[in-house]
């Protein structure tokens, strides 16, 4: 069972910058493809984007896209999502998630099969 734990999210004024990360308790964590969702109240859960095994393939929401950036570091078991120009529609619970197929990019939140209990991002204007 991999475990995962986001944090870095809070509270930022429109145009400003978060950085998320997101530890995996698992150390076959470079096999997973990472992803991040959101969620805001009321609202289904959202693709964000989503990165390989390897690093080398992204992929975003087109309403995140030039303005937020997935990477990883397999040696820490970590995934980031620095975002950028933050809007007040970025306001979300932020969770990431993991895939046992580690060199596909699925936007659908039911191939990912494990999930953080997720950081609250709060952009006011």
């Known amino acids: 069972q991999v475990q995962l734990v986001e944090s870095g999210g809070g509270s930022v004024q429109a145009g400003g910058s978060l950085r998320l990360s997101c530890v995996a308790s698992?150390?076959?964590?470079?096999?997973?493809?990472m992803a991040w969702f959101r969620q805001a109240p009321g609202k289904e859960r959202e693709f964000v984007g989503a990165?390989?095994?390897?690093?080398?393939?992204?992929y975003y929401a087109d309403s995140v896209k030039g303005r937020f950036t997935i990477s990883r570091d397999n040696a820490k078991n970590t995934v980031y999502l620095q975002m950028n120009s933050l809007k007040p529609e970025d306001t979300a619970v932020y969770h990431c998630?993991?895939?046992?197929?580690?060199?596909?990019?699925?936007?659908?939140?039911?191939?990912?099969?494990?999930w953080g209990q997720g950081t609250q991002v709060t952009v006011s204007s």
């Open positions: 998630a993991a895939s046992v197929y580690g060199g596909s990019i699925s936007l659908r939140a039911i191939r990912y099969d494990y």
């Open positions: 698992d150390r076959t964590f470079s096999d997973y493809a």
């Open positions: 990165i390989v095994w390897s690093g080398g393939r992204t």
